[in-house]
């Protein structure tokens, strides 16, 4: 049976030049080009976990790679190949096919080639490892935000917590805010233009204040968060008129896989031409200070007092 | 508390001078040697399918990784580095501290180093993405064996099979078959020595005649295979006297991690030498012929009539 959905799979994966050995053998054998290295990233999702059970499987398909590419993206890497690992309650063809529309749909776009994995038998569950490139040196790190840097963050953050947290209500799902929870965009593009302008860099999976935390935890250094300057969008504030538990869901909120980033005050306007070059918004949020931590202020100027929670892969049974 | 436990990982992981970057950021930064392809291989052990659920944790924390291990050793390759997804029913620093005990006992054995992954919630399934490198065209794939060649298998198959047989009737394991069923060794030397050598290999995880089925349907040829050469370990025979059930275990069982390789018969002394060299013993145990299909020779001469039913990771519940 495994022999058959490997097969499945096969028959419709695009291949590329650099795969020398694709699926089907005990390891995939693949070229990485020379003055590059190699960038590995692996992301797992587990059902009732990162998403609602009900989810589409194409769906999940689409976010199990999205996750994964949005590793690369915050890397400023460019992708080539994934590997996956599906754990299925029992062989579904019909799962599987409509499952590997979302994943291939994303690869595709990315010029990206599933090249190996495996299929096995239990609660389902997706690992994906993505590999892709970067120029020696490179790569955006999470370790060099500088005291002074502005705080970035691209698109609107806060809708796909918005979505879960409809969910988690019992309501029905918003559907602009649910697309942005169910198949969310990895920004590549935006990853490669920030090669060379910003310091530091990272996708927002756990919340936009828990991620920035790793930033500056790597980095040592803090930062100020204006959440007035946090851009939202018309779905959000339809969906949450209150100002506060909007901003909740900003901060706090993760899956929304943007690039939150940091970049010296002189670069401003080179990042705002390379991202509208590659069609992807970014607003300043903050600056980075000496003081470690994070302050967030207020709309009366004032520190935030709201909750903030960072995502937590472990506490999966609250959602 | 992921956090934490991504910190108690980091903190016994060795570096290799290759890592440009390891755990704690989005992705790790990795450097192939030029000159060499990429080797890939991803495998995922659920409990209660893949391993007994009693099995101590640092014996999963290794077969884990020996799995992985196994299938960049029949590809000739040599072992880099690893990824980890760590899917635990609880937050448990013990059972991690006594998994990486044995994950990381067998990595530091090869040198090998873990660079990055992920911990979620849900039930224990460990999934390990193994990278290591080959020389251009060096790599033993499946699909090279020509008709007159040699079949060969290292070791002696049966002992981890025999193990789950025992585990399965309620009885107590063997503690030497059980050895081989929950600390398999990866035969990376013997991978490396066979380049050059060998025209096809597999490693032996869904059972010998299976795996030797896929190394034949991939080069589109057959074989004959006389059970009367496979070589077994006393423990085995103690434990399986009857003839017949020792055979079918030796045939169909997996779990065992062996080479199963084809090679051309003046290779012969050359094979021996070369896997006496790293301490692995190789018996041959029959010829790869034109006609599709596995022929297997019993005692008596005439086609061996035993039952042969290749592991499939999709049959856990009756394991």
Redesign the interface.
Known sequence: ??FELIERIRRRVARRDDV??GI?????????P?GM??????????A???FPPETAPSDIGWKALAVNLS??A??G?TPA?F???L?LP??DPEWLDAFLDGALALANEHQVSL?????????L?I?I???GF?S?GQ?L???GANVGDDVWITGSPGDAAAALSQWRAGHDMDPALRARLDRPTPRLAAGLALRGLAHAC??VSDGLLADLGHVLY?SGVGARIDVMHLPFSSALADAFPRIAQRQELQLAGGDDYELCFTAPPDRRGAILDALVACDTAATRIGQVESEPGVRVIGADGALWQGKIVGW??????SR
Chains 1, 2 share one sequence.
């Open positions: 049976v495994e020398a050995l089907g053998d005990d390891a995939a054998l693949l070229r990485v020379s290295e190699l960038v590995v990233a692996t992301d797992t999702l587990n009732g976990v990162h590793d690369l915050s890397m890497a190949w590997t996956l690992s754990c029992a062989p090249v190996g994995g495996d299929t096995t038998r239990g609660p569950s690992s490892t993505a590999l970067v020696v790569a790190r999470r370790d990272i996708d790597a937590d892969h472990f506490a999966g049974a």
